[in-house]
């Protein structure tokens, strides 16, 4: 009996062996067992369905699956690196990316250029010439302003212009030309003050002018300036009258002279026709190759209004596609060559704020102190910046600096307007 009951046990016990080897049976443990975790893909992550899988794609995924089957700490971290098919086509497509880009964007190494060079630079603009200017006086020639007298032939050849008032709330101009020899008619010339005097030594100039008041004429004798006067001189081929003009104009606007006539004239005269030793041009420029900028940006200047009197205002608008500024006057009307048609216009505006005052002659006569210092604005690209000018006496050369910090006033290259005003006027100056 016992052995009956021993033999059926060892019977049983091999048919649950032999069920388990089979699969018809399942451990308990079995039904917790953890499964691999399966990441989902939404439309938007995956890629299209008409596009086969890249080898490196297939490799990503591959090396996942085979991840997960590992330690549990191992799955759950390349889990984290590589989430999704999608991240995965990203990765592989951004490292691709970068190769590339890499592979365009490197060069081979390239020696530098070499600086460039100007054989020559023109004195009164900074701006490449085609000879040595640097050692010839300019000339500096009294231009009628007066409405009446408009438009003046050939005023746009000057490099640089001062414009400053005289009696009755007219203003007057002094064209200082180096190239005066290529001049064609200009004008029409008007009388000396003896502020211009002034001002034509701020360039070593051969002052032309057409009369003048006493004062002025005390100081060309007294100065000794280097002058051609189409009044009181006599010079057998300097100044006409223009016949056209006298049909059109008064007497006083007509008087001209050309050029040739200048050149005739220093000859006639014997003056000296180089720049005096030691000279230093008053204007400074960057390189032709390069552009100031006034960094304030709060400092806009692109509409500078010079309001000399009611009938007269001087008017600069900035254009930023030239990087010039366009001269208006007579409150809104352009000022233009009587020659070209052409409207006057400058890379560099000055305002010099200089003390006026009355002579309480019978004519108004009034003067202009241009010696000592003051302020001024400087106006380049749109926007200005305050300087300040000096001058120690009449027949030296004017200075510019910076108002802050008092370095050397620096322009960019090409033509100046410098407008003189009094102390009121200055303080009127709008800028937009």
């Known amino acids: ?123 009164l603009t900074g701006l490449p010439a085609d000879r040595d200017w640097s050692n010839q006086r300019p000339a500096a020639i009294m231009i009628n302003n007066v409405s009446q007298s408009l438009p003046q032939p050939e005023i746009s050849k ?26 064609g008619v200009i004008g029409s010339v008007r009388s000396s003050r003896e502020y211009y005097l002034d001002l034509a030594a701020n360039h070593d100039a051969i002052y032309v002018h057409a009369g003048g008041s006493n004062e002025a004429y ?27 003009r006298l049909k059109k104009y008064a007497y006083e606007h007509t008087l001209v002279t050309t050029g040739k006539g200048i050149v005739s004239g220093i000859k006639y005269r014997r003056y000296r026709t180089k720049i005096s030793s030691g000279f230093i041009n008053p204007l400074k420029f960057c390189t032709p190759d390069l552009v100031m900028v006034i960094s304030d940006e709060n400092a806009a200047a692109t509409n500078v209004i010079v309001p000399y009197n009611k009938n007269h205002h001087s008017q600069y608008v900035y254009d930023a596609a ?33 003390d006026h005052a009355a002579t309480g002659d019978e004519k108004g006569h009034i003067t202009v102190d241009t010696t000592g210092s ?18 120690p006496t009449v027949d030296s050369v004017i200075s510019f600096t910076y108002a802050d910090g008092g370095a050397p006033l620096t322009l960019s290259c090409g033509k100046t307007m410098i407008n003189i005003v009094s102390p009121d006027v200055f303080r009127a100056v709008t800028f937009r």
Request: net charge negative; hydrophobic share 35%.
């Open 218 to 244: 005390v100081q060309i004798k007294g100065r000794g300036v280097d002058n051609l006067d189409g009044v009181n001189m006599y010079l057998p081929d300097t100044f006409y009258r223009d016949p056209e």
């Open 1 to 123: 009996m016992d052995l009956k009951v021993r033999a059926a046990a060892l019977l049983a016990a091999a048919l649950m062996l032999l069920s388990a080897c089979t699969g018809k049976g399942k451990p308990a443990a079995a039904e917790t067992m953890t499964e691999p975790e399966t990441v989902c893909i939404t439309e938007t992550d995956a890629p299209p369905e008409t596009e086969p899988e890249t080898e490196a794609e297939t490799t990503a995924e591959e090396t996942t699956t085979e991840e997960t089957t590992t330690e549990e700490t191992t799955a759950e971290e390349t889990t984290t690196a590589e989430t999704t098919t999608a991240e995965t086509t990203t990765a592989v497509t951004t490292a691709a990316t970068t190769a590339v880009t890499t592979t365009v964007t490197t060069v081979p190494e390239t020696t530098a250029p070499p600086p460039i060079t100007w054989t020559y630079l023109h004195p």
């Open 374 to 391: 003051g302020s001024g604005f400087a106006c380049m690209g749109g926007r200005y910046v305050r300087i300040r000018w000096s001058k």
């Open 158 to 183: 000057a490099d640089i212009i001062y414009e400053c008032l005289v009696e009755g709330g007219m203003t007057r101009l002094l064209a200082v030309v180096q190239d005066y020899a290529s001049l």
């Open 322 to 354: 030239s990087m010039l500024y366009y001269r208006y006057q007579y409150n809104g009307q352009k000022h233009v060559d009587g020659t070209t048609g052409s409207q006057l216009s400058f890379t560099n505006l000055l305002i010099l704020c200089c």
